[in-house]
């Protein structure tokens, strides 16, 4: 025997042109939906994931030094201002502290880089405090420094991959032309350890000629009242507070405008899409009225009709979500390659995370509307009556 | 419905129509009453009224006056005007139709024409149906053919079929030869005169077709909006 669902599935197939171009829009609106929605929540979590990555949760460095990079581009690190590293034991005192480690940025100016030369940059890091703040580094080869004060570089993937170095190579600092090995290099990490070059503290205060730092990274105990922490660091003399969570808010402010104006052109393609589903389903309704007419002499209701023409609208809507997502969830290498490129900054990791309850949500909402969308001719099929539908030639 | 009572009783039945302002009477007071198993067929000039008349028996109109009952339950008249979900309930528990042009659904079978009424209302072993009028009809070996596969003569079988498959009481055919050359105008007619014998079916036909309006037993002239008993 056949059913409503059959008698709707085989009326779609009579314009399958009609039918596959409406598909075809669908799958478009769903694609760049769920893509959207996936970018929402991914881009979040691959900065969350970053910003975990880093080890510490604040950052104290001497005031002018959020424009550090724009110093060492511009003055090869000679505008730099430093800290005292005696600092450092004054934060770790605080009850709220779990642990802090002394970090010293250097830049050294690689005439070999480019074409015009270019800024070698250095992270000067404490071997007895540093690794443990980051556990979660692995090795793909080698180990961290002997001793703090080595004459050694731990090299992250993508600096070892550029500077094509492997553990036991010897490496130049340039400008200072200091030699030093090649002790370790890093698994891929997906943050901006991959591109860094580590060198034991007291090694590249010597290679700098000077006994400052840069930063503390400073690791909060659990539980322990941020806010609060970040205040008191702010009475310091002469530092500035980077609080990672402030930086995220301020990213995901600058993000969310973008946001806000993406998600409405998907919204907009969602609304074209639905309206295209209204008029071929409307149209199919006009063109088959005469059968329509006939189903009613043979005793359907207009609740039959109406559900009939609405079966047709959820099929559009599910076949094009269903086929829309999963390209969506296909194609989310090249939707992360295309949003990395049109973005200002974006973290390391993948930016657009479409999972099952996200596609679920996407499903749902074009079956929501597509329904909403199909309501109309539904309604319009539903009263029409027999005699004059079958007359309407 | 009792079977033994089924009967249509029209008594001064009449349509009018409005185009603009000029009011049309197509169907003038007509009275007439059809016994279970009869064969009646309607012919007349065309807008002599036939099918306004057959439209209002198989209850697809509502008359602009008179009264209208089936098997003794008044379906139209004074005070008396069912709604169209209750036309609904009389049409698929009492009537059958069958068309000039066929309205069969171009993207199905001709088995799947014929089982579409049960997909919305389905008589107790109504299924059983399908099977047997495909092969009382002759189309089984175009059972699985598409409508645009088949002659026309096989289309009107069809429609026949789909008509037939919830065992209607009676059976309202307008123009259902119209369509068709004359060797399958007879076989058709010869296919109606079989089911009105063999199962007693009622039929009220429209037909333009002299020989074909012979077929019936009782024969009604339509002229100017009235029926004359032939």
């Known amino acids: 025997m056949i059913s409503k669902f059959q008698i709707a599935y085989k009326s779609l197939l009579r314009k399958k042109v009609r039918t596959l171009l409406t598909v075809v829009g669908i799958t478009l609106s769903s694609l760049v939906l769920v ?66 480690t002394p970090i010293l940025m250097q830049a050294f100016f690689d005439p070999n880089k480019g074409e015009s030369g270019g800024i070698a940059g250095y992270f000067g890091v404490d071997p007895s405090s540093y690794p443990a703040m980051k556990p979660f580094l692995r ?94 660091l ?72 109406f559900v ?22 296909l194609c989310n290498g090249i939707t992360d390659l295309f949003i990395r490129r049109l973005l200002p900054y974006a973290p390391s990791g993948g930016l657009v995370a479409i999972d099952f309850r996200l596609a679920l949500y996407t499903l749902g909402i074009i079956l929501v509307v597509g329904l909403l969308s199909g309501l109309y001719p539904a309604w319009q099929a539903g009263r029409m009556r027999p005699l004059e539908s079958i007359r309407s030639e | 419905m009792a079977d033994t009572d089924i009967t249509l009783d029209a008594r001064g039945l009449s349509r009018a129509y409005r185009r603009g302002s000029e009011e049309i009477l197509a169907l003038d007071g007509v009275t007439l009453s059809i016994k279970r198993g009869e064969f009646v067929s309607f012919m007349g000039p065309s807008g002599s009224g036939k099918t306004t008349l057959v439209n209002l028996l198989g209850c697809l109109d509502n008359p602009s006056a008179g009264e209208l009952h089936l098997a003794g339950k008044k379906i139209f008249g004074e005070g008396k005007r069912l709604s169209e979900r209750e036309l609904t309930v009389v049409r698929r528990e009492v009537f059958g139709y069958i068309f000039q042009n066929f309205y069969l659904v171009p993207s199905l079978t001709v088995r799947e024409n014929v089982a579409v009424p049960l997909a919305f209302y389905r008589k107790p072993g109504a299924e059983a149906e399908v099977d047997r009028l495909l092969k009382l009809l002759g189309i089984e070996h175009r059972a ?84 004359y008993e032939g």
């Not at chain 1, 090649?182 to 006994?211: H, S, W, Y």
């Not at chain 1, 600058?254 to 806000?260: F, K, N, Q």
């Not at chain 2, 096989?154 to 369509?179: F, S």
Request: charge should be neutral; include cysteine.
């Open chain 1, 35 to 100: 893509s959207l929605f996936g970018f929402n929540q991914g881009y979040e979590k691959a900065l969350n994931h970053d910003i975990d990555n880093m080890g510490y949760q604040i950052m104290v460095m001497a005031k002018g030094c959020p424009y550090e990079a724009a110093t060492l581009m511009l003055q090869g690190g000679k505008g730099l201002r430093y800290m005292d590293p005696g600092m450092v034991r004054d934060i770790a005192k605080r009850p709220e502290v779990q642990a802090t």
């Open chain 1, 139 to 232: 090795f793909r080869k080698g180990s961290w420094f002997v001793s703090d004060t080595a004459r050694e570089v731990v090299m992250g993937y993508e600096a070892a991959e550029l500077e094509q170095r492997e553990v036991g190579d010897m490496t130049m600092v340039p400008e200072k032309n200091v030699p030093l090995k090649v002790v370790g290099i890093l698994e891929r990490t997906g943050t901006q350890d991959d591109g860094t070059i580590f060198v034991p503290l007291k090694t590249l205060q010597q290679i700098a000629g000077t006994d400052k730092i840069t930063t503390i990274g400073i690791k909060a105990k659990k539980d322990a009242d941020l806010v609060r922490l970040e205040n008191e």
């Open chain 1, 234 to 305: 702010y009475q310091l003399p002469d530092v500035q507070v980077v609080s990672f969570s402030q930086v995220k808010q301020t990213i995901m402010k600058l993000i969310g405008t973008a946001r806000v104006m993406v998600l409405s052109i998907a919204l907009i393609a969602v609304f074209i899409a639905m309206v295209g589903v209204a008029n071929t389903v409307l149209m199919s309704v006009y063109e088959r009225k005469q059968e329509i007419g006939i189903l009613k002499t043979m005793g359907a209701m207009p609740h039959d009709i």
């Open chain 1, 308 to 329: 009939l023409v609405w079966t047709e609208t959820l099929m559009l809507c599910a076949g094009g979500s269903v086929v829309g997502i999963m390209a969506a969830m």
């Open chain 2, 144 to 227: 699985n053919h598409l409508p645009r596969e088949i002659s026309g003569g096989e289309m009107q079988r069809v429609a026949i079929a789909r008509a037939l498959v919830n065992r209607p009481e009676i059976l309202l055919a307008d123009e259902p030869t119209g369509n068709l050359d004359s060797r399958r105008s007879t076989e058709i007619g010869e296919v109606l005169q079989e089911l009105n014998r063999s199962s007693g079916l009622t039929i009220v036909m429209v037909t333009h077709d002299p020989g074909l309006a012979k077929l019936g037993g009782r024969h009604i002239e339509m002229r100017d909006g009235r029926a």
